[in-house]
């Protein structure tokens, strides 16, 4: 039975401290949230619907609302997307929130970093489906006549969070290549 002036016992010192968990990264989720409500908010104030406002020549801002999900997908629909959509996102946002606490948030950042962009991407788009019943876009990009769908922050979120889960896994895939698996008797 110890006693109050013993110490009490942390851990053991081959355990050292816990790492951070990937959680960490959510700040970086909150941040892409606020950024693109925020622009959403801007450019529904400042801008007319459809009508395009030139940045560079192959990039305008033009506000847009989508009732469907990437590249205007399902958009033609009744409006139950609408409610496949969100708990898509939730399910999606649950599962990423649980993996990242499985994640070291150093050693793992890419992946961390990954996650938590997709992850705020997709609850920034999830906001507008909720609050407004569609995504609001604005980002027009083209060349020489041919219109790439229109998209916002969040969807950019998402797009680079992939792209960097791409990164990670080939370069998993790599090390995975190069560290030998088992040694073989000789």
């Given at each position: 039975?110890?006693?109050?002036?013993?110490?009490?016992?942390?851990g053991?010192?081959?355990?050292?401290?816990?790492?951070?968990?990937?959680?960490?990264?959510?700040?970086?989720?909150?941040?892409?949230?606020g950024?693109?409500?925020w622009?959403?908010?801007?450019?529904?104030?400042?801008?007319?619907f459809?009508?395009?406002?030139?940045?560079l020549?192959?990039?305008?801002l033009?506000?847009?609302?989508?009732?469907?999900?990437?590249?205007?997908?399902?958009?033609?629909?009744?409006?139950?997307?609408?409610?496949?959509?969100?708990?898509l996102?939730?399910?999606?946002?649950?599962?990423?929130i649980?993996?990242?606490?499985?994640?070291?948030?150093?050693?793992?950042?890419?992946?961390?970093?990954?996650?938590a962009?997709?992850?705020?991407?997709?609850?920034?788009?999830?906001?507008?489906?909720?609050?407004?019943?569609?995504?609001?876009?604005?980002?027009?990009?083209?060349?020489?006549?041919?219109?790439?769908?229109?998209?916002?922050?969040?969807?950019?979120?998402?797009?680079?969070?992939?792209?960097?889960?791409?990164?990670?896994?080939?370069?998993?895939?790599?090390?995975?290549?190069?560290?030998?698996?088992?040694?073989?008797?000789?």
């Amino acid at each position: 039975m110890s006693t109050e002036n013993e110490p009490r016992a942390t851990g053991t010192a081959a355990s050292g401290p816990r790492p951070l968990s990937g959680r960490v990264w959510l700040a970086l989720s909150l941040g892409v949230i606020g950024l693109d409500q925020w622009s959403k908010a801007w450019v529904v104030r400042h801008l007319s619907f459809h009508v395009a406002r030139p940045i560079l020549p192959m990039l305008d801002l033009t506000l847009a609302y989508n009732t469907g999900a990437a590249f205007s997908f399902l958009a033609d629909q009744t409006g139950w997307q609408r409610w496949v959509l969100t708990v898509l996102a939730l399910v999606v946002a649950v599962l990423i929130i649980g993996y990242l606490g499985r994640l070291e948030a150093r050693r793992q950042s890419l992946l961390c970093a990954a996650l938590a962009l997709i992850l705020g991407g997709a609850l920034g788009n999830l906001i507008d489906r909720l609050r407004l019943g569609y995504v609001v876009d604005f980002i027009s990009a083209h060349w020489h006549g041919h219109y790439f769908p229109a998209f916002n922050m969040a969807d950019s979120s998402i797009t680079i969070g992939a792209a960097l889960l791409l990164i990670d896994l080939w370069r998993e895939s790599r090390r995975a290549a190069t560290s030998p698996s088992r040694q073989e008797d000789i």
